[in-house]
């Protein structure tokens, strides 16, 4: 397997290949569909309606609070024992990892799963500073070893199939090709076992990170998360500053609500609860705990009322996994570390519009993310507005505001409009099959390859109309 | 979950608002819900300048002038009858959309008491007519597309299903992944057209694999997209509006 380096830029491209890799096709659709099961069975004997409410005023509230509530954080942190660090940008949190790690001579990093962490390209910058980072999620672990990125935020290696994994264990690992998924698990197991004891110090995410009690959240199946944050000397934590909760209540219902969206399960194998280093007379536990709350482009989507909305995300997935665009692509396809609807609305704010012009018109605001989403966030408005953004007719606040926008669209639409408002010529118009085409948005072929050209009707409506109206009169 | 909405008794009069797509391309549709409607003994007012909602350049991210276009469609129902319209999407733009669109502007409360008035054509003949249907048709196997602005902005799942249901010889096929989007999306069909045909492509299988040669929608857009993906391969399976299927089939 090749590797290749995916960019929002090329999302035409990637989407072409996409779509014309019947692996990548039969890999995503079946996955997809698992999880699209999974969740709706789960939902069954929950009021799903009256949590996801819950979950979505939870989440409001924490925003609405944001600023107080970090200072309450880190106070809160910082009196378990924890130490804190701001960062504005992924290279000034890399660089607090970086520091931390070489301040306890570290020379190698085992890492939890981090979605902030692949937004920040954290691996990278580490081994350039002659730092090891292995992931030790297992999905995580398999697009490592294959030099991929992950192609989903909760199933990284989710376009793999067991050939491919048992290919690629075997070509970077030296285990037997088996379709045994129980002997590939094992052997993987046994590989990270050694890693988690050597390590100098384990890097994590944070699921919730609770002002209140100064608690980091860490949601996982595997076991990784906790040997991560408990086996090695240090653990840092990294966080994007929204993952904020207000008390500890909070973290119920949220729970419940990620892990039903993401994997239909009611419970995670594993549910930490970190407050504090090791604690004397502790038998495990890091000597060390440092939090590195990561902005990154944050803020500024707080200063907006609408795009405020896109903070809520407790990273589920589950808009990747009901999106009919996603499931046909696959996540690699927006060349962005969050793909998908969400991705389609975050991303945007932290590489701007010239790199992701083309991921809000990426779907067909068919609406099945917005109404899958366990906190409510108006994907598909939210879509409209980056849409509104890129071709200048939003409120300017994102970065690259107004780069689609060109004459010849703007043309059309003008036309479109004047059209539209001026009825004796719409209904000429109408009335005059062929003249048509003048009134489309965007040129038809690349419709025509693949469906017949609609045809104008010979009478329009509004001609049928006067003749009926006339039938009834006479 | 289906928006609670208290639906008015039967009206005298109705507006219908055809829509840009029914206008052009299918007519028939839009004379067939007016000729659904009369039946029922409510009197239609069309009214003449009726053009196009404005949700194309809106979902385009031109707001501008979708609320120009927008603004002229406002004036068009100064009486307080209800607003019938055979689409989902266009019934989901005047409902839902028009209120944001106009938020702030001095037309905002009459967007407002417009989007109050709208429905949709088979939810007015479900919920405000409890339209009964005599079929005369000979029995057949159909297929429904419910559109996703019908499934989801509006939360009318429902009502196309159950107006076919009370098609005594029709026998309603269920289809894999029925809730899955067609692939039109407007512009989008256009804007990435490979993976809007590979959506559309799926969608004529699901719908092929249930043996039926025929299926409805209530959605102008998707017909164009289903009906022509379906032409192109030269396959024998017909599409049809369901004003025009309920209205051929009890007349």
């Known amino acids: ?474 | 979950m289906t928006p609670v909405k208290l639906y008015p008794p039967k009206p005298e009069k109705v507006y219908f608002y055809g829509t840009c797509l029914v206008d052009i391309f299918f007519p028939e549709a839009g004379l067939d819900g007016v000729r659904l409607l009369e039946r029922e003994g409510i009197e239609v007012v069309f009214p003449e300048d009726q053009t196009c909602c404005g949700q194309p350049a809106y979902t385009s991210g031109y707001e501008s002038e979708a609320r120009a276009v927008a603004e002229s469609q406002l004036a068009l129902f100064p009486e307080p009858w209800p607003i019938v319209v055979p689409s989902g999407s266009c019934g989901g733009m005047m409902r839902t959309h028009y209120p944001a669109l106009f938020a702030g502007t001095n037309s905002e409360v009459r967007a407002m008491e417009v989007a109050g008035r709208i429905f949709e054509l088979t939810e007015f003949l479900v919920h405000v007519c409890h339209l009964q249907l005599e079929d005369r048709g000979a029995p057949e196997k159909v297929a429904m597309h419910t559109s996703c602005s019908a499934r989801r902005e509006m939360g009318l799942a429902e009502t196309g299903p159950a107006l076919l249901a009370k098609l005594g010889h029709v026998e309603l096929v269920e289809q894999a992944r029925a809730a899955e989007c067609c692939g039109f999306g407007g512009t989008f069909a256009v804007r990435h057209p490979e993976v809007s045909a590979a959506m559309v492509e799926d969608k004529t299988q699901a719908i092929e694999a249930t043996g039926t040669k025929r299926f409805v929608t209530s959605d102008c857009g998707c017909l164009m997209n289903i009906g022509g993906r379906f032409e192109h391969q030269e396959k024998p399976v017909q599409g049809e509006h369901i004003a025009s299927y309920l209205w051929r089939r009890t007349s």
């Not at chain 1, 069975?41 to 005023?57: H, M, P, Q, S, V």
């Open chain 1, 1 to 474: 397997m090749s590797v290749e380096i995916y960019t929002p830029q090329a999302f035409h491209r990637q989407a072409h290949d996409a779509l014309g890799n019947p692996q990548i096709r039969g890999n995503f659709r079946k996955a997809m569909d698992g999880l699209m099961t999974k969740r709706r069975d789960i939902f069954n004997d929950w009021d799903l309606e009256t949590l996801r409410e819950l979950g979505a005023n939870i989440r409001l509230r924490a925003l609405a609070k944001l600023p107080d509530l970090l200072e309450q954080l880190e106070a809160n942190c910082q009196a378990n024992g924890i130490q804190m660090h701001w960062a504005e940008d992924g290279d000034q949190a890399c660089r607090i990892i970086r520091e931390i790690c070489q301040a306890r001579g570290a020379k190698s990093v085992i890492k939890g799963k981090s979605m902030v962490s692949e937004e920040m390209h954290l691996n990278a910058h580490l081994e350039e500073a002659g730092i090891e980072a292995l992931e030790s999620d297992l999905g995580e672990y398999l697009v490592q070893l294959n030099e991929q990125t992950p192609s989903h935020i909760i199933m990284p290696a989710i376009h793999l199939n067991t050939d491919e994994i048992s290919d690629i264990l075997h070509d970077k690992t030296g285990t037997e090709r088996t379709r045994d998924v129980d002997y590939m698990t094992a052997a993987a197991r046994q590989q990270l076992r050694e890693r988690f004891m050597s390590a100098d110090v384990g890097v994590s995410g944070v699921n919730f990170a609770v002002a209140e009690t100064g608690t980091l959240c860490l949601v996982e199946n595997e076991g990784n998360g906790r040997m991560t944050t408990t086996v090695p000397p240090v653990h840092i934590a990294v966080t994007g500053i929204e993952k904020v909760v207000e008390h500890l209540r909070d973290v119920a219902p949220l729970y419940a609500l990620l892990t039903r969206s993401a994997t239909g399960q009611h419970v995670t194998t594993y549910f930490n609860l970190i407050n504090s280093p090791r604690k004397r007379g502790e038998r495990d536990g890091p000597e060390e705990v440092h939090l590195v709350l990561v902005d990154n482009g944050r803020s500024s989507i707080y200063q907006d009322d609408e795009l405020l909305d896109t903070l809520r995300c407790i990273r589920c997935g589950a808009c990747m996994n009901h999106c009919p665009v996603y499931t046909r692509v696959g996540g690699h396809t927006y060349g962005t570390t969050y793909p998908g609807p969400i991705g389609s609305i975050l991303m945007p704010h932290m590489l701007g519009l010239e790199a992701t012009q083309d991921l809000p018109s990426a779907s067909s605001l068919c609406g099945a993310c917005g109404e899958v989403c366990p906190v409510k966030i108006p994907i598909p408005d939210l879509l409209v507005r980056l849409r509104k953004e890129a071709v200048g007719e939003g409120r300017g606040n994102v970065l690259g505001a107004g780069v689609k926008r060109n004459k010849k669209e703007v043309a059309a639409w003008k036309s479109w409009q004047w059209m539209a408002t001026h009825p004796g010529a719409w209904r000429g118009g109408t009335a005059i099959a062929g003249k048509l085409q003048v009134m489309m948005p965007a040129k038809l072929g690349p419709w025509t390859d693949y469906r017949t050209m609609p045809k104008p009707a010979k009478t329009s409506l509004h001609a049928l109309m006067k003749r009926h109206r006339q039938e009834k009169e006479s």
